[in-house]
């Protein structure tokens, strides 16, 4: 398959504020891009607008609830008012939740579907007109989470489900026009995402994240779901321990449960302390 430049390309990146998704908008910059940056947090678009200006790259910030359709179609329309095409979408705003079902409230599930899930399937809409005139290409920020099971975050991991389904099905409506699609999978990420986890009662988690493996910088995130696009892969499982439990989950999946919960173990104790 032949290899995607992205030089002079009109690329959207949701959830572009912070972390994984001002380091994607900053490496598709660095590549010749042109950025259309869409979050709910202005300082945090202002913020990236000031750095891609001074690395003399263009920026289109735009403040945007995912969870909105209208939202979405206006800020879609925007940015091909403003760049005059659009190329590219990238689906990487999200929220997690860190709390056994059994203390979760089911309006904390429904949020964090609401963005993660129905987010990138409004944003996606959208912008797909644009994307079939111009053969472009949907990248969509998945986990682990939706391959594999994940204790203490049913919703999370039900909402990374939801997007390999819908974008695998969408991908053979798709592809056969042009239009290429990459899920991308990393591990656990140093970003803000943990940090701004909704606990079971919808307010703040409170108790530490417990990760297995090592955290991955939102740079180190950013350059390989860069290579995956301009490679045109389908599915990019980013670093050892996602490559690891997307094996060990296939092969032996009672296996990865066991070891998945024991090391994550300490979330469902954190939630039942709460109660």
């Not at 089911?106 to 005139?133: D, I, K, W």
Request: with cysteine.
């Amino acid at each position: 398959m032949s290899r995607r430049s992205f030089a002079g390309k009109s690329v959207v990146v949701t959830g572009a504020g912070g972390g994984l998704g001002r380091a994607i908008a900053k490496r598709f910059a660095a590549a010749g891009a042109v950025i259309a940056a869409l979050d709910k947090d202005p300082q945090g678009l202002e913020a990236l607008r000031a750095q891609l200006r001074a690395e003399q790259s263009e920026c289109l910030a735009l403040r945007c609830d995912v969870s909105d359709p209208a939202d979405c179609e206006a800020s879609v329309a925007n940015v091909a008012r403003h760049f005059g095409r659009l190329d590219v979408l990238i689906n990487n705003a999200g929220i997690s939740h860190r709390s056994a079902f059994e203390f979760t409230r089911p309006e904390v599930v429904r949020r964090v579907m609401e963005v993660n899930f129905f987010g990138a399937a409004n944003c996606t809409h959208a912008a797909l007109p644009a994307l079939l005139a111009n053969q472009g290409m949907i990248i969509v920020v998945s986990s682990v989470a939706g391959f594999a099971p994940l204790i203490a975050r049913t919703g999370y991991a039900a909402s990374k489900h939801a997007l390999h389904g819908f974008f695998e099905s969408l991908r053979t409506e798709i592809e056969p026009k042009g239009v290429s699609v990459l899920l991308a999978c990393p591990s656990f990420i140093s970003t803000h995402i943990d940090r701004n986890a909704l606990g079971g009662d919808g307010g703040p988690v409170t108790h530490e994240q417990v990760v297995f493996g090592n955290r991955m910088s939102p740079r180190d995130a950013a350059e390989r779901i860069y290579r995956g696009a301009v490679a045109n892969k389908r599915l990019l499982l980013i670093g050892r321990a996602a490559k690891v439990a997307w094996w060990v989950s296939r092969l032996t999946p009672a296996v990865f449960e066991r070891g998945m919960a024991r090391r994550l173990r300490g979330e469902l104790e954190s939630s039942k302390e709460l109660q």
